[in-house]
């Protein structure tokens, strides 16, 4: 990754793809996606990881969710 990891919260990151916060830790917790930290409030997650989501112009309303780049090595099937 060019400049390293740009580390945000879940929130963040909800926001950046469309998506819950929720669905970004569970995500987390299936191993697609790099979690940094531990513990309530103090994990972070690169977002070169995520795809954006894509919004309306002017309302900024979600017109399709975006995801996660590419599976990460633990979470590819055999």
Do not use: C, Q
Request: neutral net charge; proline residues 4%; glycine residues 12%.
């Amino acid at each position: 990754m060019p400049g390293g990891p740009a580390l945000v919260d879940d929130n963040a990151i909800a926001y950046y793809t469309g998506r819950t916060a929720s669905t970004i830790r569970r995500w987390a917790a299936e191993g697609r996606v790099t979690r940094y930290g531990s513990g309530r409030g103090s994990v972070l997650y690169d977002a070169h990881e995520f795809i954006a989501a894509e919004r309306d112009e002017w309302t900024g309303e979600v017109l399709k969710r975006g995801g996660i780049t590419e599976l990460m090595p633990a979470a590819r099937a055999a």
